[in-house]
């Protein structure tokens, strides 16, 4: 069962606007959410994390959102750039399960000039 | 650019027969966790190794075994192949003291199962 769900598969959106990457998820044993970003021919790397007793996160131009009660994340990109095209993963982890990571299925972005 | 390698980059087999995947772990990481991404999908979890032991396994057959070394590289070994298990392997390393920001990913081994 996908306990994480990404259900945009895609995203298209000009340089220099807001770029919003939606999350859901089922499992309410999760209590760190983490996005990573992936370009072809290399392994995700990690963008900016969250832990459940958060309900926002910053780090630059990155701002991850978490709702607990709806049990859905967003990760907002201010400014997109064109190096951002890429494709977003979020993933969440258990406490108990540490490291052991659930993965969305991705978001590929495409940020056009 | 992280310290975690893998080997081979891409590795061609035929059903039925068995494969090794290598990865070594990042200076000061003592665990190693394998996933299998399939095309157009997330990574699924496989397992995660720590301090050699198998520390938690995911949804996947018994015909999928591991290593973990004392220097924490790792082997992920699968036998008798199936087409599905045409995918991406990647393995995390990591280490439970330094959190799960610091886990990084290898460059992954792409296996064609033909």
């Known amino acids: 069962d996908q306990q994480v769900k990404q259900n945009s598969p895609s995203l298209s959106v000009q340089e220099g606007r807001i770029s919003i990457l939606n999350c859901d998820y089922t499992?309410?044993?999760?209590?760190?959410f983490l996005w990573y970003k992936k370009y072809p021919a290399e392994g995700p790397t990690f963008l900016i994390s969250?832990?459940?007793?958060?309900d926002k996160n910053e780090d630059g131009r990155f701002t991850v959102f978490l709702n607990k009660s709806a049990k859905h994340l967003s990760l907002h990109i201010v400014p997109s750039q064109p190096g951002d095209s890429a494709v977003y993963f979020c993933?969440?982890?258990?406490?108990?399960?540490?490291?052991?990571?659930?993965f969305g299925a991705g978001t590929q972005v495409v940020v056009t000039p | 650019e992280t310290g975690v390698t893998q080997s081979p980059t891409h590795l061609i087999k035929t059903r039925g027969q068995q494969v090794t995947l290598r990865c070594s772990s990042q200076?000061?990481?003592?665990?190693v966790s394998w996933y299998q991404q399939a095309l157009g999908q997330g990574p699924q979890f496989i397992f995660q190794?720590?301090?050699?032991?198998?520390?938690g396994r995911g949804n996947f057959p018994p015909r999928f075994s591991g290593l973990q070394f004392p220097n924490y590289s790792s082997e992920l070994n699968v036998n008798a192949l199936e087409l599905d298990d045409s995918a991406l392997y990647l393995c995390?390393?990591?280490?439970?003291?330094?959190?799960?920001?610091?886990?990084?990913f290898g460059p992954g081994t792409r296996l064609t199962v033909l």
């Open positions: 995390a390393s990591s280490s439970r003291d330094r959190g799960l920001d610091t886990q990084y």
């Open positions: 499992n309410s044993m999760f209590d760190y």
């Open positions: 969250i832990s459940s007793i958060k």
């Open positions: 993933a969440a982890s258990a406490k108990m399960r540490w490291g052991k990571l659930q």
């Open positions: 200076s000061g990481h003592n665990t």
């Open positions: 190794y720590y301090r050699e032991e198998e520390n």
